[in-house]
């Protein structure tokens, strides 16, 4: 008896096909002003596209741009467990601020908390371990109804953004970063002309906010987000690396 055919994997066809489309995409409207590029991508992903925000530091930009383009747009916030009560009072005063109709709270998994990490400090021995199974497994539950999502990322940021293109492939989705190409002064200007919330936390010296026990206050002259995982060679959770594409073809989701 012949053996029955398996089905062909495909999955590299389709994430080239999506890497093209992203340089596509970067190519023609990269350049645009940002709420243009949100706009624009609105429409071209309509009802396939969400946000993700930390409702951080400057997370009041992005959500403006995009309550100005559609409230109802899906946002996506990763609720950890470990953040500033700041944050969570900030991203509910933000929503009222601007109408958002659509705030997707996406939490860890309790079975594999109480597996991995089930005294709650795991962050003290595995900042990457707690990060996977605080962050990078819930962003790739909360972003895989869609086919693509903006973030606020910018190059400023920190030396591993220097090169953030506006549009760029994860597996078989492309995330958007319309900030991009922005500076610290561009932030500023848009925050004072729209007269915008400022987290409280910023006043702190707090310059790129994540869950309170890996967040310190930033130095004078250092990077905005230099004081995450302060002490550890550590500078991104992992949403925005590898270990996302990962989850996101993981036959478990």
Same mark, same amino acid.
């Given at each position: ?50 946000? #993700?925000?930390? $409702?951080? +530091? ?13 409230? /109802? &747009? =899906? !946002? ?66 909360? #972003?895989?109804? $869609?086919? +693509? ?13 220097? /090169? &953030? =293109? !506006? ?87």
């Amino acid at each position: 008896m012949l053996a029955k055919p398996r089905p062909l994997d495909r999955t590299g066809e389709v994430e080239t096909g999506v890497a093209a489309e992203a340089a596509g995409l970067d190519a023609l409207l990269g350049h645009l002003k940002p709420i243009e590029i949100i706009e624009r991508s609105a429409h071209e992903f309509r009802g396939a596209v969400a946000a #993700v925000s930390s $409702f951080g +530091a400057d997370s009041a930009v992005l959500l403006h741009m995009i309550s100005e383009i559609d409230r /109802a &747009l =899906p !946002v996506i916030f990763l609720d950890t467990g470990k953040h500033f009560e700041e944050t969570l009072g900030y991203r509910d005063a933000l929503v009222a601020d601007f109408g958002l109709t659509d705030i997707r709270v996406i939490k860890p998994e309790e079975t594999a908390l109480q597996r991995v990490d089930p005294t709650g400090r795991l962050h003290e021995t595995d900042t990457d371990s707690c990060c996977n199974v605080r962050k990078v497994e819930p962003l790739a539950r909360g #972003v895989e109804p $869609f086919r +693509a999502w903006f973030t606020g990322r910018k190059r400023f940021q920190a030396s591993t953004r220097t /090169a &953030l =293109p !506006v549009f760029e492939a994860v597996g078989s989705r492309i995330r958007i970063n319309p900030l991009a190409h922005w500076t610290t002064s561009d932030q500023a200007d848009y925050m004072r002309a729209h007269a915008l919330r400022e987290n409280p936390l910023v006043a702190y010296g707090y310059l790129s906010i994540g869950c309170f026990p890996c967040t310190q206050p930033v130095q004078p002259g250092d990077d905005a987000r230099s004081g995450r995982w302060a002490g550890h060679a550590k500078t991104e959770c992992g949403i925005h690396l590898s270990g996302l594409e990962k989850s996101l073809t993981d036959a478990s989701l």
